[in-house]
């Protein structure tokens, strides 16, 4: 789980997919000062950061060539790091999912960010984690009203307790067994709100394009 910040406040996550890799959305990075970012690995709590914690600057950041951010269809960025995670109990890459693999709906998944834990601003003092059911993008285009492409995935609450990302979690990862299925894009105006699930990137639908970056810039 990765940090994006700039001067010690974080305002994205991300996923560390390879050693120098993080996988995060474009529209963090919109009008954001890429030699301002500092990308921050093995944290928990963000205001008292321990050994384990590692920081790196970016060299490069590669959006891709079809992100648009008023539809958010193409919400992927990837960014390049100044140098190489050391892997220990607190940093490890990230699993990326098979090409052309899909997430059926009803399966249960994971996401976690620093992003506030209320519609009020309210931030964690720790990284937050919580558990969310993928539904099928028929039903979330009901609530959508359209917009809703293969290209992302949609989720929801599995209880009646509101659940989800909220503002600042963008860009974090949808984990679903040991893959990083998802990327937080966008969702309704309250955190959590049932009549509008969330929507992320579909990770696997931009694996060639993943991989074709991460070769091109070794």
Same mark, same amino acid.
Request: proline fraction near 6%.
């Given at each position: 789980m990765a940090s994006l910040q700039i001067m010690g406040q974080s305002f994205c996550g991300g996923a560390l997919i390879q050693r120098r890799w993080v996988l995060t959305a474009a529209h963090c990075m919109d009008d954001t000062p890429v030699d301002e970012v500092r990308v921050v690995l093995g944290a928990d709590n963000l205001r008292a950061p321990d050994r384990s914690v590692q920081m790196f600057r970016v060299q490069a950041s590669v959006t891709h060539p079809e992100y648009n951010p008023n539809t958010f269809q193409g919400d992927i960025l990837l960014l390049k790091l100044n140098g190489s995670?050391?892997?220990?109990? *607190?940093? +490890? !890459? &990230?699993?990326?999912?098979?090409?052309?693999?899909?997430?059926?709906?009803?399966?249960?998944? =994971?996401?976690? @960010?620093?992003?506030?834990?209320?519609?009020?601003?309210? *931030?964690? +003092? !720790? &990284?937050?984690?919580?558990?969310?059911?993928?539904?099928?993008?028929?039903?979330?285009?009901? =609530?959508?009203? @359209?917009?809703?492409?293969?290209?992302?995935?949609?989720?929801a609450s599995p209880e009646a307790r509101v659940r989800g990302f909220c503002s600042g979690d963008s860009g974090g990862p949808l984990v679903c067994g040991r893959s990083v299925e998802g990327v937080v894009s966008f969702s309704g105006l309250r955190c959590g709100n049932p009549l509008f699930p969330d929507v992320y990137t579909h990770v696997a639908a931009f694996l060639q394009w993943i991989q074709s970056v991460m070769a091109r810039k070794q």
């Open positions: 995670a050391r892997v220990s109990p *607190s940093v +490890r !890459t &990230l699993s990326l999912p098979r090409a052309g693999s899909d997430v059926t709906p009803g399966s249960r998944c =994971s996401v976690a @960010g620093w992003g506030d834990v209320s519609d009020f601003g309210t *931030s964690p +003092r !720790t &990284l937050m984690e919580t558990d969310v059911d993928i539904i099928s993008r028929v039903a979330c285009n009901v =609530s959508w009203g @359209g917009g809703i492409s293969n290209r992302m995935l949609c989720a």
